[in-house]
């Protein structure tokens, strides 16, 4: 335990001491712009049932992509993202490998996947974001059920920040990824959760 001690206390020194949580659910807060996914703080998890025994997850990180948003004119909203596919951690190192070849995800042929809205339908704190994913060189439609989650300077960085939280469900066997299907299941659950920065 004492190995750790010591950078843990030098990162908690160099942390800002916060007053409150710089990021807040309030619509109002959000300033119009242009901006980019923080990576760091970006992240796509996926969750599938394997061989009707349990509901396995595994994660992508690495996202990159835009934001074009305009609070008084959300229906103009346009996001694009990025995910290195190449990136996929699950809790097996094996696994990862598998998922990594050409039976699944074929990552050095198709290295990344790449989502483009086409519309942006918002009520409140929601929205429908309808667009493209290509994923295995395939591309299809998909709809985001997205929620604001918060917006403020974010104390790090000093950039007005912005995050969402959407989810949705793809068939990966009409993305040419069918590998054990039904035994692992063909629909895959997605949850991406994505931190913007004003440029």
Same mark, same amino acid.
């Given at each position: 335990?004492?190995?750790?001690? $010591? =950078?843990? !206390?030098?990162?908690?020194?160099?942390?800002?001491?916060? &007053? /409150? %949580?710089?990021g807040q659910p309030n619509v109002a807060a959000v300033k119009a712009g242009s901006y980019a996914t923080d990576?760091?703080?970006?992240q796509v998890a996926f969750s599938v049932t394997h061989f009707g025994f349990n509901v396995y997850h595994g994660?992508?990180?690495?996202?990159?992509?835009?934001?074009?948003?305009?609070?008084? $004119? =959300?229906? !103009?909203?346009?996001?694009?993202?990025?995910?290195?596919? &190449? /990136? %996929?951690?699950?809790?097996?190192?094996?696994?990862?490998?598998?998922?990594?070849?050409?039976?699944?995800?074929?990552?050095?042929?198709?290295?990344?996947?790449?989502?483009?809205?086409?519309?942006?339908?918002?009520?409140?704190?929601?929205?429908?974001?309808?667009?493209?994913?290509?994923?295995?060189g395939v591309t299809k439609p998909v709809v985001l059920n997205a929620r604001f989650i918060g917006a403020g300077?974010?104390?790090?960085?000093?950039?007005?920040?912005?995050?969402?939280?959407?989810?949705?469900?793809?068939?990966?066997?009409?993305?040419?990824?069918?590998?054990?299907?039904?035994?692992?299941?063909?629909?895959?659950?997605?949850?991406?959760?994505?931190?913007?920065?004003?440029?």
């Amino acid at each position: 335990m004492r190995y750790f001690a $010591a =950078p843990l !206390a030098l990162a908690l020194l160099a942390t800002p001491a916060l &007053a /409150q %949580v710089p990021g807040q659910p309030n619509v109002a807060a959000v300033k119009a712009g242009s901006y980019a996914t923080d990576p760091n703080h970006s992240q796509v998890a996926f969750s599938v049932t394997h061989f009707g025994f349990n509901v396995y997850h595994g994660l992508f990180g690495g996202i990159t992509g835009t934001l074009t948003l305009d609070p008084k $004119a =959300p229906a !103009a909203s346009k996001v694009v993202i990025d995910i290195p596919v &190449a /990136q %996929v951690v699950t809790t097996s190192t094996k696994l990862n490998e598998h998922l990594q070849s050409p039976d699944f995800l074929d990552a050095a042929q198709f290295p990344t996947a790449h989502f483009e809205s086409t519309s942006v339908v918002a009520s409140g704190k929601t929205a429908k974001i309808s667009g493209n994913l290509t994923l295995h060189g395939v591309t299809k439609p998909v709809v985001l059920n997205a929620r604001f989650i918060g917006a403020g300077t974010n104390p790090m960085s000093k950039a007005e920040t912005v995050g969402f939280e959407a989810t949705t469900t793809i068939q990966r066997s009409q993305y040419g990824i069918a590998k054990y299907v039904p035994a692992v299941t063909d629909a895959v659950d997605l949850r991406i959760t994505v931190a913007f920065e004003k440029k």
